[in-house]
């Protein structure tokens, strides 16, 4: 049987559909990549976000590559291999935004360096007290704004990502809280409006170790096969490549 | 048919609303070409009676038996209870005339008539139509065949209900204040049909207000005072000697 | 707003056959909608306090919860079920349930509990002597509703149903979850594809405008045919 | 159990806001259903087409795009935004009371054109005949009998009226179904989630039904009791 | 108000539904006091011509005086058109009872004789109760004010009608068959009934079958034939001489 591969597709640059009507993007040309590793077939199963994870339970997929970051209780109720990449998550504004003084920064690591991860924190704190941010509903980002801008900043949640750019045009939210993958390709692609991102992106720490792929909960045989290969995937430097095709940059997580 | 054998028998009929004793045990018999009016105060019970004939009204206690159909009440948990096939058969021989007409909204005046025969008794329709047309003739509506009933005048509508009930040629009829609507012509014309059909044969149970008309139709009176027969008799016997107070008081204001 | 990729990309034609979808599967929930709706409506007239109940019950809750709750359950749970008893015969694994049935009953059962409610009113709304009238003449429950009872209560239960149909359409979008490519999922697709969120969403609103509008002169073309007679006081 | 307990904990919290959603939005598309209503059973032609106009779009439209259109959509226009309607279209409780209440009224007054029909000519002329006005027939007449006629089918509307309100979830308004949405995304239990969200809003509809079906009762022409 | 000026005053009437003229040019006067009777042929337009002097059927042309208020027809744009309000007092200062009786089916017996006075009139509820009371014991139904029309008999829902009509103290009567479902006692005592109005000076125009009626209450008897007044004299001139072959023919049925 060929490996059912679940994706939602509307979710440019990691997972979507091309111009030609095809699934593309890196998520996709990542797991066809690891199904050459393990010799095996793969379909592809596309469905709406909200099927997604009742699919997973129900048995219709065997894994998702759809964008998951690891958390700790997300591999609690599920299995994950990776990470195959790291998750950045960056600020932006519009650029007649008083906010829009600020420029953009490198990536900063909590594991890796955490002092200046705090100082980054601490300068981000003063530029966005008294603001609203919007972040995506899904619980990571709101919970990276709830504990490190506290009594700084608000919150607002979103469904999906290109929600938040909505309404940080029209100046409902200063801000948006999003992953860097996501803001670098909407920026380079949005014609209209002109987004510029603010400060360091941030990665590690409470936002987890990365993204990675959701494989059904008892299946740890499905899920050390793609540990493995994700593993070597990063050894031999195809994630790099893909990385830096989609996102313009080194997504490799480090371990 | 047996002309001995009663084709109407009521014995012991009651009926309450509520707390409201309405029928106090009614016996009545009826042979084939009767022809009994129903006399008595507004309010007496006379449409409740015709109703419990008909079973359109449950009764409490009591046995019907109309046209070889019978009916105990009440009924028998098991072997006693009554099908609604009989009830159905029960009331395809008898035709009904109410005192409001209950034309049916949505049909015309032919469609109304030919309604019950064709889709009861399952006669061709052609036939039913032509029939229908002429009872139309009978009753003086030959022009009004096509008109919806909110469209016809109350005379014209209590007559489309008469004719609608003679189309089934039912063994009984039960007359609810058939002329109620209509002017002393048309109570003529009405008379002479009820004539025709008392010496066709048919048994007639006619609930009216119209002294005259009882006088000159009926081969019998019946006068109900508070839920019970008071009077039952000849027109002869019981006009020129009312044998009780409250119909001779019942009278004394008809001129 | 570039709406360009419509007639220069792949996108028209999907958005069309997503519309075909839409249709397909509204058409045919709405169809065992009424089925369904008809026969709770029975049981809650029949007079059997345990079959009133249970249809009692039925409607209450397939009102009462989320659509997508409800779809989740037949789906997932379907399968689940269907799993779990071909586990008996020795099958191991998943067993796919077509994901357009599942869209269908998920849909056709949710239409059929507010059809019902619908259909009540109507059947009540009958004049009660036009009911007596046609009980006097002998008819049997089944004749009076095909004649008497059904056409008149019809009249009162269209605007009723005519919102169902125009909801069964609109709720036809939750079936993207069972992964049917519907009006709305290939609108998110496109609109994530090109960054241009906004002009999908206005080509998913014409389309559905298209579906809805034509459904409406349908439906006011059968109020007027069913009109007929009717004691209606009119301007 | 403790899981259970927790999502309850937290899905309760948004059920202020959810009942409050619903609570203005009944009150506004009840009226906006009635006015629509009796415009196109009474008003002249041109009201009548710009009713028909009016739910043709917001009957032929998913809410999730009329919620979009009037949170996101308009804010993408400057004018809006500068606009004096802005405070309040700024807001995303408004914007959904708005949206709910628009596509709720136009459902509603399909049910009460219903019930307008069904009122019978000779309640009218009685009304009429008695030198009623048109106001005071609509308030003593028409409107009690064109209500009791649509309860049943209104009982619809108002549980239609509650799950809509789960729209409010996508533009940013943390009740019941947002905060339910949060939880799944975070622990990937979906069922157990969406099954004690359906349990808080069937509960919320179980008690609209119960007041629907009590007013039904009260309304009921009953039998005299003597 | 003075005798000589006439109350009701009635010219040209016509009225057509479609292509069918149901009258044909009535005129008619009523000063106070007098009590017309109608008489006519079932279909020939009784009740469309009171229905006409309420102004609920829109004459063609034509000109109506009630009780000082007027309305000419066909209505001429601008100044001649007819205000609601006008046909409201019009309205108010006649009473109306219906062929089929019309009760408010959501209403009880009793709150179907106050409404109109409370809530058009304006009176004091307290006070309307008490006179509704005072009018259904008149009518012989002082324990049946709290049923609904449904649960009522054909002759109680009339009587609550005339109740009604009664109830608003109106100028001008109009009766559209008033004892049809009524028995002969009761009809003795509506027509009491009335002789009081009569005396108390009430303007009255009765639709009516019942000859008898019409020659005892009125002083007045019009014949409708075919959309036209055919005859209209004094109950002793037309009863003894008719002065028309279709009346006597009407009346020959008359027992
Ligand atoms: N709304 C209508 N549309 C078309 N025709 C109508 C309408 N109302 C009445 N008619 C016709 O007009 C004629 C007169 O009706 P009307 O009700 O005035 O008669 P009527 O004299 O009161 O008769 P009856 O004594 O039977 O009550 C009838 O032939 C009837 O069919
Ligand atoms: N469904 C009901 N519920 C309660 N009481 C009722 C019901 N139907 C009739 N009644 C009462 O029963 C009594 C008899 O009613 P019924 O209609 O049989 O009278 P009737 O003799 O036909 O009078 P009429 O000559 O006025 O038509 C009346 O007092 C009426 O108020
Ligand atoms: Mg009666
Ligand atoms: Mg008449």
């Known amino acids: 049987d060929p490996i059912r591969i679940g994706t939602e597709g509307a979710y440019r640059p990691w997972n979507f559909v091309n111009e030609k009507g095809e699934l593309d993007g890196f998520e996709i040309e990542l797991a066809k990549n690891l199904c050459q590793r393990l010799n095996s077939e793969c379909t592809f199963i596309q469905n709406s976000w909200d099927g997604l994870l009742p699919g997973l339970d129900a048995g219709r997929y065997d894994v998702l590559f759809s964008g998951f970051a690891m958390t700790a209780s997300r591999t609690e109720t599920a299995g994950m291999a990776g990470p195959y990449a790291i998750l950045a998550m960056t600020f932006y504004t519009v650029a007649d935004s008083p906010l829009a003084s600020a420029d953009a920064e490198g990536v900063v690591s909590f594991d890796r360096d955490p002092k200046a991860a705090e100082e980054a924190i601490q300068k981000m704190r003063t530029l966005l007290t008294g603001h609203t941010v919007g972040v995506s509903a899904s619980g990571l980002s709101a919970r990276f704004v709830e504990s490190y801008f506290d009594g700084s900043a608000d919150l607002k949640r979103y469904r999906r990502l290109d929600e938040i750019d909505i309404d940080v045009s029209s100046g409902r939210v200063a801000a948006g809280l999003t992953q860097l993958s996501y803001a670098t390709d909407m920026i380079a692609r949005t014609k209209d409006v002109s987004y510029k991102l603010i400060g360091p992106a941030f990665e590690g720490g409470m936002l987890g170790q990365g993204v990675g792929a959701l494989v059904a909960k008892g299946n740890s045989d499905l899920q050390q096969k793609f540990q493995t290969v994700i593993d070597e995937a990063i050894k031999d430097g195809t994630i790099r490549e893909l990385s830096e095709k989609w996102f313009s940059s080194d997504m490799t997580p480090v371990r | ?255 | 707003m570039d709406f360009s990729p419509l007639w220069e990309g792949v996108w028209g034609g999907l958005m069309l056959r997503a519309a075909a979808m839409t249709l397909i599967v509204a058409f045919l929930a709405f169809l065992l909608g009424q089925v369904i709706g008809l026969g709770l409506t029975l049981a809650r007239l029949s007079g059997v306090g345990l079959l009133a109940r249970a249809a009692e019950t039925y409607t209450m809750v397939v009102r009462g919860v989320p659509e997508l709750l409800i779809i989740y359950l037949i789906f997932f749970g379907g399968s689940s079920t269907l799993g779990w008893f071909a586990s008996w015969f020795g099958h191991q694994g998943y067993i796919e349930v077509s994901p357009l049935l599942t869209g269908v009953v998920a849909i056709g059962m949710i239409c059929g509990a507010y059809s019902s409610e619908v259909i009540r009113g109507a059947i009540l709304a009958v004049p009660v002597g036009q009911v007596e009238a046609a009980i006097s003449f002998g008819m049997s429950r089944l004749l009076r509703a095909r004649r008497i009872v059904g056409p008149q209560a019809l009249r009162y239960a269209l605007p009723g149903l005519g919102n169902i149909w125009l909801t069964t359409i609109k709720e036809t979008s939750l079936i993207s979850v069972v992964g049917l490519v519907e009006i709305m999922r290939q609108a998110t697709v496109a609109g994530a594809s090109l960054r241009q969120p906004f002009t999908f969403y206005i080509v998913a609103a014409a389309i559905y405008m298209v579906l809805t509008g034509g459904s409406v002169l349908i439906i006011g073309r059968a109020e007027r045919r069913f009109g007929r007679g009717s004691m209606a006081a009119g301007a | 159990m403790e899981f259970y307990t927790y999502v309850l904990v937290e899905l309760a919290k948004g059920l202020p806001l959810t009942l409050q959603i619903v609570g203005f939005s009944l009150v506004c598309s009840f009226a906006l259903g009635l006015c629509l209503a009796l415009a196109h059973h009474y008003g002249p032609v041109w009201a009548q087409m710009l009713v028909r106009g009016y739910l043709a779009i917001f009957r032929g439209l998913p809410l999730l795009i009329q919620i979009y259109v009037i949170y996101f959509g308009l804010a993408q226009f400057a004018v809006v935004r500068g606009s004096i309607l802005w405070p309040i279209l700024r807001e995303p409780f408004w914007c959904a009371v708005i949206a709910i209440s628009a596509c709720a009224g136009a459902y509603a007054s399909e049910i009460f054109r219903g019930g307008l029909l069904s009122v019978s000519s000779k309640d009218i002329d009685a009304a009429r005949a008695f030198g009623m006005s048109r106001l005071l027939m609509l308030r003593r007449i028409v409107l009690p009998l064109t209500l009791h006629q649509a309860l049943p089918a209104y009982g619809n509307e108002i549980i239609y009226l509650v799950k809509m309100s789960a729209v409010a979830s996508i533009i940013t308004l943390p009740e019941v179904t947002a905060r339910a949405f949060t939880i799944v995304t975070e622990t990937f239990r979906v069922f157990e989630v969406l099954a004690i969200a359906g349990a808080i809003y069937l509960a919320i509809n179980f008690i609209a039904a119960f007041a629907v079906r009590c007013v039904e009762k009260a309304l009921e022409p009953s039998p005299p009791r003597n």
């Open chain 2, 1 to 255: 048919m047996n002309n001995e054998m009663p084709v109407v028998r009521v014995e012991g009929l009651e009926k309450s609303f509520g707390a409201l004793k309405v029928l106090k045990g009614i016996s009545l018999e009826a042979r084939q070409g009767d022809v009994i009016s129903i006399l008595g105060r507004s309010g007496s019970g006379k449409s409740t009676f015709l109703r419990c004939l008909n079973l359109l009204e449950r009764p409490d206690t009591g046995a019907i038996s109309i046209a070889g159909h019978e009916a105990a009440f009440p009924e028998k948990p098991g072997s006693g209870k009554l099908s609604h096939r009989a009830m159905e058969r029960l009331r395809a021989s008898t035709g009904m005339v109410f005192q409001s007409f209950n034309l049916w909204s949505h049909k015309t005046a032919l469609e109304n008539i030919i309604e019950a025969p064709v889709h009861v008794l399952g006669r061709p329709k052609a036939e039913c139509v032509e029939e229908a047309r002429r009872l139309l003739a009978r009753v003086g509506l030959a022009d009004r065949a096509d008109y919806y009933p909110m469209h016809l005048s109350g005379g014209q509508q209590q007559r489309v209900a008469i004719a609608r009930a003679l189309a089934m040629r039912p063994k009984v009829m039960l007359f609810d204040e058939p002329t109620s609507a209509l002017d002393p012509e048309l109570v003529g014309e009405v008379l002479q049909v009820m004539r025709g059909l008392a010496q066709e044969g048919m048994t007639m149970l006619v609930v009216t207000h119209e002294i005259a008309f009882a006088r000159d139709v009926s081969t019998r009176i019946v006068f109900f005072s508070e839920g019970q027969v008071e009077v039952d008799g000849s027109p002869h016997e019981v006009f020129s000697a009312p044998p009780s107070e409250s119909f001779r008081k019942f009278l004394s204001n008809h001129a």
